[in-house]
C-alpha cells in the first residue's frame, strides 16, 4: 500500500470502532433497501437519503477524534443555548400542525429540541463529572432540574415524543451516576400515582392516542387509523414476508408515514419475522458494543455518556417499533438508522461519534 | 467526609456502574423480547387474519353493469334498446362551488338551459356523492376538448354510459313505460328484495309498465371486476374478471303497427284502446292518448317538462287504459242481457213496451231512455240493436242489484284482471254490500236501475271492458290479459313462453251467447248504432256502442252536446270483436268527449279490424277522405 493512502487510511480509521462502525454500515444499507421500497422505488428519495448518511458519517467521523475531555467543554454553552433557543421557541416560535417546534432565525428553521437530545445528556454528564468527588442528594436534584427544564418546555410545544426520549437520556445519565435504588423506587411509586394528573395534562389528541391504543378499531379512520394500518401490514406480512418490493400495505399507500416513522412496517411486511429477528439482533449488537464501550469507559463523564447515548439507541428502537406493532402509543420517534431524514441520523451517528471517541481515546490515553 | 471518600473508591464505583449496565441489559432483553413476543402474535398467530384484513385493504370489487334485455314486439320489431354515450358527470359533494363549475363547464361543453334545469332536478332527487350528469350524448369534439381540461374540473368526469331508448317514444309509452334514476324508494324495494348487489353500478330502473314489472329480467346479472386499489381507491390493475350477463329480451304480445294506426286513428282525441286476442288473452294493441315521450325520462326529466306534463288539462301522465275508471254506458248491455237470459229473468223473445222512459212502481221519477217517446216494443235482439236503456232499467230492477254483481263480475268487472303491468285500477261492479262499506249506507231499488244501463255506479277500465268482450268473444272463455308473450333467458339462451294464461270458462247456454252476438253484429249494420263500422267488411264484426255521462242532466233538461264544454261532452264508447263467428280481436274503445260510440270510436274500430284481419292498411281510405274533403 502507498503510505500516503496508509497515512489517509490511518487517520480517516484511527478514532473509528470498526465492529460499530459495521452493524451501523450494515443497518444503514438495510434502511436504504427498505426506502427504496418504501418510496416506491425513488431513486432520488433514496439518493438524498445517502446526502443525508454521508454528512452524518462526517459528523460522527469528527466527533470520533475529538477527544471526551474536550467534548466536556461543549457542555454547557450548548445547553444554555438549546434552553434560550427553547425559551425563544416557546415565545416566538411558528406552528406548524398545532404544535409550536420551530423557531425561525431568519436564515434558517431550526428545531431547538434536536439539539436538546445531545445537549442534555452531555450536560448531565458533564455535572456529574465535576461533581464526582462528592455526589450528594442536592446534585441529584440539581440534575433533575436541569433535565426537568428543557423536558418541561419540549412537552408544552407540544412534542410528547422529543420530551420522553430527552427525558430517558438524561434520566439514564442519573442512572448510571449512582441514583440512590430508594429513590428510583419513590420515583417509580409516585409516577404511578401522578398517572391521573399526567393524564389530565395530556392534550386531546395524546389521549385519543393512548386510547386508541387499548382498542384502535373504535376510531379505524381517525386515530386508530396508523395503528391498525401498520399492524396489519406487519401481520400480513407473516413468518417470512412478501418480498422485496411486494408489500401491498406501503406500496398501495395505506400506510401513513411510511417513510419515516413508519418504516419498520414496510420492512416487517416484506421481511416478515425473520427480517424483524434480524433487526433486533442487529440492534442488540450495537447496544451490545455501547454498554461494553460504557463499561471500559475511563472516566464518570465518559461512562454516563456511553450509557446513556446507549440506553437512548434502545429507547428510539423500542418506542418506534412498539408504536408500529401496536404495544405503544403513536409518538414521533424514528427508527434509528433505517427512518429517512437527516436529523435523526445525524443525532444518531453523532453519539455514535461520541461512543467511538470515548472507546479510542481510552486506548490512547492507557499507551 | 473522610469516610464518605473512603466509600467512594475507584472500584466499588466501577462495579456499581457494571452493575446497572448489566441491569440495563437485562432490561434490554426484557423488552426485546416483549417485541419479538408481540411480532411472533402478529405475524404467525394472527397472520391469518391480517392477511386477509390486507386483501381486503387491497382488492376492491368494481360492478359492471349488465346491459338492459332489449323489448321486442311479437314480430321482433324493438321497442325498446340501448345506446351508449358519453356523459359529462358531476359529484356534487366533490365540487365546492356547483354554480360556478357548471359556467366554466360551458366554455368547454355545450350546456343548454334545458341542461342545467334537468341537473337541477336530478340534484334534488339523489344524494351528493353520486355522479350526475349534466349533459348527456357528448360530441366527440366535445369529449376531446373536456379531456384536455379535465384537471382543472375536479369532481367532474366523462364517462361511456349505456342509455335505454324508446324509438316509437310516446306510441308506446303506455305498456312499456319507462325507467329513471333509482331513488331511495327504489332503494328500500332493491334493499328488501336481497337485491343489492345485483344493483351495485346500477342508476337506473323501471318505473313503470313492462320496464318495471319485467324489471328483474330486464336488468340482468351484475358482472364483476376484482381489481387491485390504492388507498385512495384508484384501481391499479384488474385482477380477475366475473362477466355481466345481459338482461334477458322480453317479446311482447303487441303488434307495433297495429298500436300506430290505433294511436293515429285517435287523431287529437283523448281516450283509450285496448285489442285482445280473445283466444289466448294477448294484447295486441294498448294505447292511452295523449301520450308522453319516456326518452324524456331516461336522461332525468327537467322541472319545466315534468310541471308541463303533470299539470296538462290532457293529463298526458295518466295511463288511460289502465288506471282510469270510466262508466261503461251501454257497452254494459250485452252483459245486462246474458245474465237476463241466463238466470231466466227474461227469454230472449221476452218484449217490453218502452215509452221513453222507466219507472218504479210507485214512485214518479222518470229514467229516460235515450230516445225520447221511445223505442215501441223491444225484445232482447232490439234492445241491444237500438240500444235501448228502459228495456234495461226494467231487466235491473227485476234482478236486482246482487244477481248483476254476482253474475256479472265472472266477465271480471269490479276486479283487477291481473296484466302483467302494474297500476291497474279495479272498476266498480256495485253491490249492496260494496255501497255498505264504502258509503256505509243501504242499497235502494233506485240504484238499481242505472247500472243496468252501465251508469250509477258502474266503473270499468279499458282494459277491463276489453277483457270482457274478449270472454264474450271467446264464447265464455276467459284468458288473463297479458303483454309478454314470451322472454329470452340470456344465460341459457331459451325462450321461455308465458303460461297459458285460460282462467275459467264462464257457464252460460251456447244458445243465449249466440242471441247476444246476432244482435251485436246487427249493432254495425244499418239500422244498428254503429253502422259505419261494419259497413263493406268482408268479415262479420259484433259490436256495442256507448255513451258515459260526464255530467248529469237534470230531469226535463236536454243533452245538447254543441251547448256543453267540450270537455263536459259524454265519452264515446264501443266494444267490438270480428270475425263475429271465429273472432281473432276484440276490443274497447273509449273516446273520451268523444260523444256517441259509433260515430268516433267506429271509425277507429273499423282500421284495426281491417289491419289486423285483412292487411288493409288505413292510409288509403285517409287519402281518399282528403281528396274528398274539398268537395264537402
Redesign the interface.
Known amino acids: 500500500m502507498h503510505p500516503l493512502i496508509r497515512r489517509l487510511h490511518r487517520t480517516l480509521s484511527n478514532h473509528i470502532d470498526s465492529f460499530l462502525l459495521i452493524c451501523t454500515m450494515i443497518l444503514i444499507s438495510l434502511g436504504l433497501a427498505v426506502l427504496f421500497s418504501a418510496s416506491d422505488e425513488n431513486l432520488a428519495k433514496v439518493g438524498s437519503q445517502v446526502v443525508n448518511i454521508a454528512v452524518a458519517c462526517v459528523v460522527m467521523w469528527a466527533i470520533a477524534n475529538v477527544p471526551p475531555h474536550q467534548l466536556m467543554r461543549f457542555a454547557l454553552p450548548l445547553y444554555v443555548a438549546g434552553l434560550v433557543l427553547l425559551i425563544g421557541v416557546a415565545l416566538f416560535g411558528e406552528i406548524s400542525n398545532g404544535a409550536r417546534r420551530w423557531l425561525n432565525l431568519g436564515i434558517t428553521r431550526i428545531q431547538p429540541s434536536e439539539l436538546m437530545k445531545i445537549a442534555v445528556p452531555l450536560m448531565l454528564a458533564w455535572y456529574f463529572d465535576r461533581h464526582e468527588s462528592a455526589l450528594g442528594l442536592k446534585n441529584y436534584a440539581i440534575a433533575a432540574a436541569i433535565l426537568l427544564v428543557p423536558v418541561l418546555l419540549i412537552a408544552r410545544q407540544p412534542d410528547l415524543g422529543t420530551a420522553i426520549l430527552i427525558a430517558s437520556s438524561g434520566f439514564f445519565v442519573l442512572f448510571f451516576a449512582g441514583l440512590s435504588w430508594k429513590i428510583l423506587g419513590g420515583l417509580f411509586v409516585s409516577g404511578l400515582a401522578s398517572l391521573p394528573i399526567l393524564w389530565s395534562v395530556l392534550h386531546d389528541y395524546q389521549k385519543k392516542r393512548l386510547l386508541t391504543l387499548i382498542d384502535p378499531s373504535q376510531d379505524p379512520l381517525g386515530a386508530g387509523y396508523h395503528t391498525i394500518q401498520s399492524m396489519i401490514a406487519l401481520g400480513s406480512g407473516g413468518p417470512v414476508g412478501k418480498g422485496w418490493l411486494h408489500g401491498t400495505q406501503a406500496h398501495l399507500d395505506f400506510l401513513p408515514e411510511h417513510t419515516t416513522d413508519f418504516i419498520f412496517a414496510v420492512f416487517s411486511e416484506e421481511f416478515g419475522l425473520i427480517g424483524n429477528l434480524f433487526l433486533i439482533f442487529l440492534y442488540s449488537l450495537v447496544i451490545a458494543r455501547g454498554l461494553s464501550i460504557a463499561a471500559r469507559a475511563p472516566t464518570l463523564f465518559s461512562r454516563l455518556m456511553a450509557g446513556s447515548i446507549t440506553m437512548t439507541f434502545f429507547t428510539y428502537c423500542f418506542v418506534n417499533m412498539g408504536m408500529v406493532s401496536g404495544i405503544l402509543p403513536v409518538v414521533g420517534v424514528p427508527l434509528p438508522l433505517i427512518s429517512y431524514g437527516g436529523t435523526s441520523m445525524v443525532t444518531m451517528l453523532l453519539g455514535f461519534g461520541i461512543l467511538m471517541s470515548i472507546h479510542t481515546h481510552k486506548k490512547l490515553v492507557k499507551t | ?1 473522610k469516610e ?2 473512603e466509600i ?1 473508591d475507584h472500584q466499588r ?1 466501577m462495579r ?3 452493575l ?2 448489566g441491569l ?2 437485562g432490561f ?1 432483553l426484557f ?2 423480547l ?3 413476543s ?3 402474535y ?3 398467530i ?2 391469518e ?3 386477509t ?3 381486503n ?2 382488492i376492491s370489487i368494481v360492478p359492471i353493469t349488465p346491459n338492459r334485455g332489449l323489448i321486442l314486439d311479437r314480430n321482433g320489431i324493438v321497442l325498446a334498446r340501448n345506446f351508449s354515450a358519453y356523459t359529462l358527470e358531476i359529484t356534487p359533494s366533490k365540487v365546492k362551488n356547483l354554480n360556478k363549475t357548471i359556467d366554466e363547464l360551458s366554455k368547454y361543453v355545450e350546456i343548454s338551459p334545458s341542461d342545467k334545469r334537468r341537473f337541477r332536478r336530478l340534484l334534488d332527487d339523489s344524494h351528493s356523492f353520486e355522479s350526475l350528469p349534466i349533459r348527456t350524448r357528448l360530441k366527440d369534439e366535445e369529449v376531446a376538448r373536456f379531456a384536455v381540461n379535465n384537471f382543472r374540473f375536479p369532481g367532474v368526469e366523462i364517462h361511456a354510459r349505456l342509455f335505454r331508448q324508446y324509438p316509437d317514444g310516446e306510441l308506446t309509452s303506455p305498456f312499456l313505460g319507462y325507467i329513471g334514476r333509482i331513488n331511495d324508494d327504489d332503494l328500500d324495494k332493491i334493499d328488501a328484495a336481497g337485491d343489492t348487489a345485483n344493483y351495485k353500478g346500477t342508476d337506473y330502473i323501471g318505473k313503470m309498465g313492462i320496464e318495471q314489472s319485467f324489471e328483474k329480467q330486464l336488468h340482468g346479472t351484475t358482472g364483476f371486476d376484482q381489481v ?5 381507491g384508484r384501481e ?1 390493475r384488474t385482477l380477475s374478471r366475473n362477466p355481466p350477463i345481459s338482461g334477458d329480451i322480453v317479446t311482447l304480445t303487441i303488434d307495433s303497427k297495429l298500436q300506430e294506426i290505433a294511436e293515429k286513428a285517435f287523431g287529437d282525441f283523448r281516450g283509450a284502446l285496448v285489442a285482445i286476442d280473445p283466444n289466448n288473452g294477448e294484447i295486441l294493441a294498448f294505447v292511452s292518448k295523449p301520450g308522453f315521450d319516456p326518452n324524456l325520462f331516461v336522461e332525468g326529466i327537467d322541472n319545466q317538462s315534468w310541471q308541463a306534463l303533470n299539470n296538462s288539462p290532457d293529463k298526458p301522465l295518466l295511463n288511460r287504459a289502465l288506471h282510469a275508471e270510466y262508466p261503461p254506458g251501454s257497452t254494459f248491455k250485452p252483459f245486462m242481457a246474458l245474465a237476463g237470459l241466463q238466470l231466466h229473468a227474461r227469454s230472449p223473445t221476452d218484449t217490453i213496451s218502452d215509452p221513453g222512459y222507466f219507472e218504479l212502481p210507485g214512485q214518479s221519477h222518470h229514467y229516460r231512455d235515450w230516445k225520447p217517446g221511445g223505442h215501441g216494443m223491444v225484445d232482447l235482439h232490439k234492445s241491444i240493436v237500438v240500444s235501448c236503456d228502459t228495456y234495461y232499467y226494467g231487466l235491473a230492477n227485476l234482478l236486482g242489484i246482487d244477481k248483476i254483481h254476482d253474475f256479472i263480475s265472472q266477465f271480471g268487472f269490479g276486479k283487477k284482471t291481473g296484466i302483467d303491468i302494474g297500476g291497474e285500477l279495479s272498476g266498480v261492479l256495485p253491490s249492496a254490500e260494496w255501497k255498505m262499506k264504502r258509503y256505509k249506507q243501504k242499497w235502494y231499488a233506485g240504484d238499481t236501475i242505472p247500472v243496468g244501463i252501465g251508469q250509477g255506479y258502474d266503473l270499468v277500465t279499458p282494459l277491463q271492458l276489453a277483457f270482457a268482450t274478449a270472454i264474450l268473444a271467446s264464447d265464455g272463455n276467459a284468458y288473463k290479459p297479458h303483454l309478454v308473450e314470451s322472454v329470452r333467458n340470456s344465460k341459457t339462451g331459451k325462450i321461455e313462453k308465458t303460461a297459458s294464461a285460460f282462467l275459467y270458462k264462464l257457464d252460460i247456454d251456447p244458445n243465449y251467447l249466440a242471441d247476444v252476438r246476432s244482435a251485436m253484429v246487427d249493432v254495425t249494420k244499418p239500422g244498428g248504432t254503429a253502422p259505419r263500422v261494419g259497413e263493406g267488411a268482408p268479415y262479420e264484426v259484433a259490436a256495442k256502442t256507448g255513451t258515459a255521462q260526464v255530467i248529469g242532466i237534470k230531469q226535463g233538461e236536454k243533452y245538447v252536446a254543441s251547448n256543453i264544454q267540450e270537455r263536459y261532452r259524454d265519452h264515446a264508447l264501443l266494444i267490438a270483436y270480428a270475425p263475429a263467428d271465429h273472432p281473432r280481436i276484440a276490443l274497447a274503445i273509449l273516446v273520451e268527449n268523444g260523444g256517441h260510440g259509433g260515430t268516433t270510436a267506429g271509425p277507429i274500430a273499423r282500421q284495426l279490424m281491417d289491419y289486423y284481419l285483412l292487411d288493409k292498411l288505413p292510409q288509403e281510405k285517409v287519402n281518399q277522405e282528403k281528396i274528398n274533403a274539398p268537395a264537402d
Open positions: 467526609m464518605k471518600v467512594r464505583e456499581a456502574f457494571r446497572r449496565l440495563s441489559a434490554i423488552f426485546f416483549l417485541l419479538v408481540r411480532f411472533f402478529l405475524q404467525v394472527q397472520h387474519h391480517f392477511k384484513l390486507a386483501e385493504n387491497r387491485e386499489v390504492d388507498s385512495s391499479v
